[in-house]
């Protein structure tokens, strides 16, 4: 059976400060966001820019270095992120010219920002998105404090959400961003991550055990469509 860490009822031992020793974060911000028609790293939640939100939630687990993936003609992303690093000095900014590509080539970016420090002590990668606006901290513990080589995330699609869930048994659940991976394994398989050839299909070739998950169905709520972003306005998760 494949070991699963849990967000709710479970008592985390390490401290933050314990984690600020031995990871990175790499926030995959780079999407065009074609479908939705405007750029989603800009959406507002809490009267800051969507990706503001989230880099100052991944510094909330004190990493050692936060290599932040933008796209390079998106002029505004470019001097938010600009502000971001000035006010942080663990943020790096990383242009990503092939945005169209697929994310795969945002990640590979990412792990060669983070090889270049030539730190010894990083020995995993917390990777995360921009557009699950229900995404916290309590979530990003959850991941930190599992022990396997992969710690994912779990939770439903958008189609099974609005087919009343588990009545659409054709809809599988969806295991992936945010996670923490080995950082080791990580280098090995930057070669393979082309395209939209992600991290899915390398995981999904680990045994069971070096596989850990932490379920969190608010994280099905990403921003890809209008409808999507009008709804999430409607709850509240982002400013109208």
Known sequence: MRKRVFTEGAEHTESTEQQSQNHAVIILASGLSQRLGQPKQLLIKNGEPLITY?????ITTN???IVIVVPDNHRFTAST???LANQYPTVQIVVNSQADTGMAHSLSLGVEAIVALEST???RVLIMGVDQVLLDEPHLTAL????????????HSWRRLETHQNRDK???DIIGLPLVIDYK?????QSGLTGDKGLRHLIRGLPADQIGEVDNDQLSYDIDTPE???YAKQQGWLDS
Request: charged fraction near 15%.
């Open 54 to 58: 989230m880099t100052r939630l991944a």
């Open 63 to 65: 990493p050692q270095v």
């Open 81 to 83: 992120m600009i502000e």
């Open 121 to 123: 002590s990083i020995d």
């Open 144 to 155: 930190l404090a599992g022990k396997q080589t992969v710690v994912a995330s779990r939770y």
């Open 170 to 172: 054709t809809v599988s």
């Open 185 to 189: 394994l990580l280098r090995q398989w």
């Open 228 to 230: 999507q972003l009008a």
